[in-house]
C-alpha cells in the first residue's frame, strides 16, 4: 500500500464543493494507493459532522483528519471573500508533524487521475513543486506581479492552490514564523503572495497537468503562445486530458464556466448530490440565457467555440 498525505483547508461555505473535490481523488486512486487526508479549519461542526467524515464508509482507500487551527491569521488580510482559512495552508510544517512532505489543494478542485507520480518527486532543497503562472497570466496580473516581487519575478510567479511542500525544509528553516509576520500585509493574492516572496527561488517547477487553472486551459485552447513555447505538445495534451482541473476563477457550482461539466458529473456521482439545488441551479441558468439579448448570446456563442467548444 502506498500512503501519500495530502492536505485541503477551507470553511463551511466549501463543504460541497471539498466533498465532490475529495470524491474524485478517492475514485481516481490508483489500485495501491491511500490517501491520509487532513483537513485544517476553524471550530465548526458543519464540517466535522457531516457527509465529509461518511466518505470513508463508503471508500477504504482513505483517512480523515479534521484538525482545530485556533487563533491564526484572525487579522489576516481578506480579499474577493477568501476567509482566513486560505493562510492554514502556511501552517502546515507545524500542524502536520507526521510527515516531511504532502501535497496541498484547494477544493475547487477536480482530480482526474492518481497523484503518486507527483508525491514520488524528489523536492531537493525546494521549499514547493508547483505550477508557475507566468506564462498563462493576464496582462493586469503580470503587472501586478512584477510590482509584488520586484526582480523576483525571473523566479516566476507560482500557484499556491497545487503544491507539493517540503516540509522538513520548511520547518528547518523556520519559514512559519515570516509567513506568519506577512499576513496582515495587503497581498491581492494573499497566500501566494506570501510564499512567493519568502520562498522565490525555492520552487520546483512541473507541468499545467498538477495545475490546470482555468487561465492554463484558456491558454492552452487558445494557442497562446507563451503557454506552448514552456511546454511540450506532450505536457499541454496530458494537462488537457487528465491533469487537476482547478476552477481558480468562476465556481461551476455558482455559474457557468470552462470545464463545469466535469464538476457536475463528479458531483452527481457523489453523497454529496442534491437533487433540489441541481434543479434550482440550472432552472436559473436557463432563466439568465433566455433574459440575455441575442447580441449577448452571440458573444457567448463565440467564446464558446473561440475556446474549444467546451464549456
Known amino acids: 500500500m502506498r500512503i501519500i498525505p495530502i492536505l485541503f483547508t477551507f470553511d463551511r461555505n466549501l463543504v460541497t464543493a471539498a466533498g465532490v473535490c475529495l470524491t474524485s481523488l478517492l475514485q481516481n486512486a490508483g489500485q495501491d494507493t491511500f490517501y491520509d487526508i487532513f483537513i485544517l479549519h476553524k471550530p465548526d461542526p458543519r464540517i466535522t459532522d457531516g457527509k465529509l467524515a461518511d466518505l470513508t ?22 480579499i474577493r471573500g477568501i476567509p482566513e482559512t486560505a493562510y492554514f495552508r502556511l501552517l502546515s510544517p507545524e500542524l502536520i508533524p507526521e510527515y516531511d512532505k504532502i501535497i496541498y489543494s484547494d ?28 506564462p ?19 523566479n516566476g510567479y507560482y500557484y499556491s492552490g497545487n503544491l507539493i511542500i517540503n516540509l522538513k525544509r520548511l520547518r528547518q528553516d523556520n519559514k512559519t514564523k515570516e509567513f506568519r509576520s506577512l499576513g496582515d500585509r495587503h497581498f491581492k493574492f494573499q497566500d501566494m503572495d506570501i510564499i512567493n516572496l519568502t520562498c522565490s527561488g525555492r520552487f520546483l517547477p512541473l507541468g499545467p497537468s498538477f495545475c490546470l487553472s482555468t487561465y492554463y486551459y484558456d491558454s492552452i485552447m487558445s494557442g497562446r503562445e507563451s503557454v506552448k513555447a514552456a511546454f511540450s505538445e506532450e505536457e499541454l495534451e496530458h494537462a488537457l486530458r487528465s491533469g487537476i482541473v482547478h476552477y481558480n476563477g468562476a465556481k461551476p457550482w455558482k455559474e457557468v464556466c470552462p470545464n ?23 432552472k436559473d441558468q436557463t432563466y439568465r440565457l433566455e433574459k440575455m439579448s441575442l447580441m449577448k448570446r452571440i458573444k457567448l456563442v463565440g467564446r464558446y467555440f473561440r475556446k474549444g467548444g467546451r464549456m
Not at 497523484?115 to 525546494?126: A, P, T, V
Open 57 to 78: 464508509n463508503h471508500f477504504s482507500n482513505c483517512r480523515i483528519t479534521f484538525r482545530d487551527v485556533i487563533g491564526e491569521f484572525e487579522n489576516g488580510f481578506n
Open 107 to 134: 477544493v475547487d478542485v477536480i482530480f482526474r487521475e492518481d497523484l503518486s507520480k507527483y508525491y514520488d518527486i524528489d523536492l531537493g532543497d525546494n521549499y514547493f513543486a508547483g505550477v508557475d503562472s507566468l
Open 136 to 154: 498563462a497570466i493576464n496582462d493586469d496580473d503580470l503587472e501586478y506581479a512584477q510590482k509584488t516581487l520586484g526582480n523576483k519575478i525571473g
Open 260 to 282: 463545469m461539466d466535469i464538476w457536475w458529473s463528479y458531483y452527481r456521482r457523489s453523497i454529496f448530490y442534491d437533487e433540489e439545488f441541481t434543479h434550482k441551479f440550472w
